[in-house]
């Protein structure tokens, strides 16, 4: 069962325009969520993270928002840029001892010139 | 500061093969993991460990050995490799006691099993 849903597999957009990558979760015990980039034939890089104590956290072109009653976040990236497109990786951590980190499936953002 | 490294980068082997894959990390985190990427899977955990001389299963621990006998390395083998671990293979080191518990990853190992 699928604790961190990314259910769209790909997004394509403007460059210059907004980017809007969306992710589920079911589990009510996740209280901190990160979002990874991952280029080909790299390693995911850390983008961008929210506490479940905050609704929205922004750090330059990038801001996380976080519904917690929906169990939904977004990663919304404004103006995206060519260098954005890459995979998207959404992922929760219940904190604490529990440092593990779920992930979802990954959403492929590619961004046309 | 290299960050994280694994060895090898790629890798072919045949079924019933053996070996290591070996992660080093050079900012005395005390958790490192191990997790595999399959195509439309995201990333899973395989093994994980909360500091030298402990390991603990993840979400896909079958037919792997993990071993933790330095702070900085931590170990990933397969006894006898089947075309089911053909998988690119990606180790992550964290300080957890720092929110907000960032992983930061290797360059990955791309492993073919035939």
């Known amino acids: 069962d699928q604790q961190v849903k990314q259910n769209s597999p790909s997004l394509s957009v403007q460059e210059g325009r907004i980017s809007i990558l969306n992710c589920d979760y079911t589990?009510?015990?996740?209280?901190?969520f990160l979002w990874y980039k991952k280029y080909p034939a790299e390693g995911p890089t850390f983008l961008i993270s929210?506490?479940?104590?905050?609704d929205k956290n922004e750090d330059g072109r990038f801001t996380v928002f976080l519904n917690k009653s929906a169990k939904h976040l977004s990663l919304h990236i404004v103006p995206s840029q060519p260098g954005d497109s890459a995979v998207y990786f959404c992922?929760?951590?219940?904190?604490?001892?529990?440092?593990?980190?779920?992930f979802g499936k990954g959403i492929t953002l590619s961004v046309r010139p | 500061n290299a960050g994280v490294t694994q060895t090898p980068k790629f890798r072919v082997l045949k079924t019933g093969q053996s070996m290591t894959l070996l992660c080093a990390q050079d900012?005395?985190?005390?958790?490192m993991y191990w997790y595999r990427q399959d195509p439309g899977m995201g990333l899973r955990l395989i093994h994980y460990s909360v500091g030298e001389g402990t390991t603990a299963k993840g979400e896909v621990p079958d037919g792997y050995n993990v071993s933790r006998l330095k702070k900085q390395n931590f170990l990933l083998g397969l006894e006898s490799a089947a075309p089911s671990q053909t998988s690119v293979y990606f180790c992550?080191?964290?300080?957890?006691?720092?929110?907000?518990?960032?992983?930061?990853f290797g360059p990955g190992t791309r492993l073919t099993v035939t």
């Open positions: 992922a929760a951590s219940g904190g604490g001892a529990n440092s593990k980190l779920t």
């Open positions: 992550a080191s964290s300080y957890v006691r720092e929110s907000p518990y960032e992983q930061y």
């Open positions: 929210i506490s479940s104590i905050k």
């Open positions: 900012m005395n985190h005390e958790y």
């Open positions: 589990n009510s015990m996740f209280d901190y």
